[in-house]
């Protein structure tokens, strides 16, 4: 599996979430956040300034683009043979590229979509279980009091 933007909120628990299901993981993010990664778990990092994995020629079973940044036909060429191509934000050509690409492919292109709060309930106590386990765990680099909790948002938008 390879996680594009691996380095963020969401990107941090997708990397712990694979390799506690046991798949092995190639983490895509800037070279501040590699070390991080590895620590999380991830068997493999590219440098995104550096490297680009949709031209490698590596295939992968499962990409998950939690940023949105790779290019979607080169994403999807880098997927194996009923490979599934996850998007965690994706913008109206994704969206209509990925369902028409679902149809006459053995690739499929799934679109995250937002749910009711009581629809994640057992996702939450999974996670819930993980965390006290001491299976997953939050990674914060930063506090901020309630008050600025816009501020808060805006500094994760900036991917550090």
Same mark, same amino acid.
């Given at each position: $599996? ?11 628990? #997708? =990397?712990?979430? #694979? *390799? &506690? ?5 190639? #983490?895509?993010?800037? /070279? ?9 778990? /991830?068997?493999?990092?590219? %440098? ?6 949709? !031209?490698?020629?590596?295939? &992968?079973? =499962? ?18 043979? %009923? ?5 965690? %934000? ?6 209509? @590229?990925?369902? *028409? $690409?679902?149809?006459?492919?053995? !690739? ?5 979509? /937002? @749910? +009711? ?7 939450? !106590? ?10 997953? &765990?939050? =990674?914060?680099?930063?506090? &901020?009091?309630?008050?600025? +909790?816009?501020?808060?948002? @805006? ?6």
């Amino acid at each position: $599996m390879l996680i594009n933007g691996a380095g963020g909120s969401i990107g941090t628990f #997708a =990397v712990q979430l #694979a *390799r &506690y299901f046991g798949a092995e993981v190639t #983490a895509v993010d800037s /070279a501040g956040k590699l070390d991080l990664l590895c620590a999380l778990g /991830a068997d493999q990092v590219i %440098n995104y300034t550096q490297e680009d994995f949709t !031209k490698s020629g590596q295939t &992968y079973d =499962v990409i998950f683009d939690v940023v949105g940044t790779s290019s979607f036909s080169r994403s999807v060429r880098s997927l194996t043979h %009923n490979g599934r191509y996850l998007l965690a %934000n994706p913008g109206l050509s994704q969206q209509v @590229r990925g369902r *028409r $690409m679902s149809r006459r492919s053995s !690739k499929q292109v799934i679109l995250w979509k /937002a @749910r +009711t709060a009581s629809e994640y309930t057992e996702d939450f !106590k999974f996670l819930t279980e993980l965390t006290e386990a001491g299976k997953i &765990y939050s =990674v914060i680099d930063r506090s &901020y009091p309630l008050a600025q +909790t816009a501020q808060a948002h @805006r500094y994760v938008e900036t991917g550090q």
